[in-house]
């Protein structure tokens, strides 16, 4: 039995919590957050009896072999280093850090501990996107050459989570990583970026548009485009959609979750819509299959002694991607992510 300790309980570690639930070989025995009201409506709510306001003390008392961190990103390095002084498992919510040099240092405490570290970008772990990515790996459209990567919304994602609207820094930093991350999972890493970005909603303080262009060392082009200020019906949040062409044919994730494939003069189309878990509402469904499906990642890699997919290691090149697409708008001009 994997025991597991939680971290922040705000807008969406009820996910987090419902998903651990599910996973037979798991407990969570041990519950922190800063603010004691929202640390006991969830602890009744989840049954868990020991609770702390204080992460430090959590950590002295012990008990537990891996620490689910589901706070915002200011909290997450000194977070981190204190799991990896107590010499546990990390799973850590995106964004993974403030800073490259905050996250480089972040992944060297855990390595030093001997401990697993994987970021919960959960993403390339929805279902569909799964599934755009398996149909790829297994050369359905022989060699890629380009790919959009789309996120397109205006679905009210302030009211859920008010510290959205009020960073210097939105679309990119919050949303971005996911899309970034999805187009890394799918055409490897990036030599180039070069993004435009802007802010549509003025009742918010960051960007709300940003246009990403990739060139990958694979040799393929993307196209990565997210929006919080698209009205458009169907509103498809939180769907991302993905565009691939391949040498042998195309490939295209629709929205209403429709994959198709074309080639050869053939077209073969399925549903890929994610599972709705009992716990689960839509349009949110997407997003909180994922969860489970990143946390059984992380307790599979766990006994199996491997790295997650996801791992902290890994995700410094999508927050170089993040880091390097912020230079690019700010600098208009491209940006190398090994430059950071
Ligand atoms: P939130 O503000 O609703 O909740 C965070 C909680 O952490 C709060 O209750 C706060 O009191 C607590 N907290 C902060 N610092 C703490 C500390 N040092 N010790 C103890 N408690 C502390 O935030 P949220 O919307 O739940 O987001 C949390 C994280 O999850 C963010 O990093 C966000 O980007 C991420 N997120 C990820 C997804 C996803 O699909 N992967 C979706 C939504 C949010
Ligand atoms: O997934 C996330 O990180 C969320 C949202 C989908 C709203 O952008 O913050």
Redesign the pocket.
């Known amino acids: 039995m994997l025991k597991i300790a939680l ?7 009820q996910n987090q919590l419902n998903g651990w639930k599910d996973l037979e070989s798991v407990e969570v025995v041990a519950l ?4 004691r009201n ?1 640390l006991d409506a969830v602890g009744d709510a989840f049954r868990i009896a020991r609770r702390f306001t204080d ?1 430090a003390e959590m950590f002295a008392e012990g008990g537990f072999g891996a620490v689910d961190i ?4 200011s ?1 997450h390095r ?2 981190v280093e204190m799991a990896a002084d107590a010499g546990l498992h990390v799973i850590c ?3 993974f850090a403030q800073t490259l040099t905050d996250a480089r240092h972040m992944v060297e405490a855990v390595e030093r501990a001997g401990k697993t570290l994987m970021v ?1 970008e ?2 390339r772990w929805q279902s569909p996107v799964r599934a755009v990515i398996e149909a790829l790996r297994g050369g359905a459209i022989g060699t890629p050459f380009f790919g959009r990567v789309s996120f397109r919304s205006a679905y009210d994602v302030f009211s ?2 008010p ?1 959205l609207a009020e960073g210097e820094r939105f679309i990119i930093e ?1 949303l971005g990583i996911h899309i970034l991350d999805i187009s890394r999972a799918l055409f490897g890493d990036v030599d180039r970026i070069t993004a435009t970005t802007r802010r549509v909603n003025p009742r918010i303080r960051g960007e709300d548009v940003a246009t990403m262009l990739l060139s990958h060392a694979s040799g393929v082009t993307s196209v990565v485009d997210c929006s919080y200020a698209t009205r458009r019906m169907p509103e498809t949040f939180p769907e991302t959609l993905i565009e691939i062409d391949g040498t042998g044919g195309v490939l295209r994730l629709d929205a209403g979750y429709r994959l198709t494939i074309q080639k050869g003069g053939g077209t073969e189309s399925r549903d890929v819509s994610p599972q709705l878990l009992p716990w689960a509402e839509k349009p949110w469904h997407n ?1 909180q299959e994922s969860v489970a499906i990143i946390q059984r990642h992380f307790t599979e890699c766990l006994r199996a002694g491997i790295q997650p997919e996801t791992s902290g290691r890994d995700n410094l090149r999508t927050l170089a991607l993040v880091e390097a697409a912020y230079r690019s708008a700010a600098e208009a001009r491209s940006v190398d992510p090994g430059e950071l």
């Open positions: 971290i922040g309980c705000g807008f969406f570690a922190c957050d800063r603010d929202r992460a589901a706070t915002t990103v909290s000194a977070l919510q995106k964004p919960h959960n993403f859920g989570q510290y919050d997003i």
